[in-house]
């Protein structure tokens, strides 16, 4: 069942030194390229990445929380065009969650890498560094990377206990009965 994927899944940033298979990186093609977008305009661009000099320098797009990526087998780089659609953003994040949800449907474990808005150093933004070096067009946005691989660690699905009921309201703000 769904819910139990979603009970399951956790962001892994430690990866065993396996690859994956081309039938679960074409699955996870189809399944971003499935994900759902606003009027159906689809305004992103995927970037599938498992050269090993190209994941060491994108592990440095950020000052911080992206150097796990140097051990990930695969990144893929979720970019967005902003003159097709003005919610490109959201877009992008649906498939990028759909991304993490099919990879740990298929037994892998993934993490989300913020790129939009986060500095690669003082004087450059995670965005830039990461379109030179991928070489993506200038016009294209990019909101993020996940890296994905084989579970290097095993962690347990959040407690029921620790969901935050409280920012749910019935029929009216803040009425917490239904």
């Known amino acids: 069942m769904f819910i139990d994927l979603l009970r399951k899944r956790r962001s892994i ?28 305009i689809n305004p992103w661009n995927f970037i599938v990445v498992t050269d090993r000099d190209l994941m060491s320098r994108l592990a440095q797009a950020k000052t911080h929380g992206s150097a796990f990526l140097v051990n990930a087998p695969l990144a893929i780089v979720v970019c967005g065009d902003s003159a097709k659609s003005d919610v490109w953003i959201e877009d992008t994040s649906i498939a990028s969650l759909v991304l993490h949800l099919c990879s740990t449907d298929l037994g892998l474990g993934s993490c989300w890498i913020q790129i939009r808005q986060r500095q690669h150093n003082d004087r450059t933004e995670s965005e830039a560094y990461v379109r030179d070096t991928l070489d993506i067009r200038p016009d294209l946005r ?31 703000y803040g009425k917490s009965t239904p």
């Open 13 to 40: 940033r430690r990866f065993q030194e396996r690859t994956i298979e081309p039938e679960k990186i074409d699955t996870l093609v189809e399944a971003m390229l499935r994900s759902p977008s606003s009027r159906g």
């Open 142 to 172: 990019v909101e993020a990377i996940v890296a994905i691989g084989y579970p290097a660690e095993e962690k347990k699905g959040h407690d029921s206990a620790t969901l935050n009921y409280a920012c749910i309201s019935y029929e009216t």
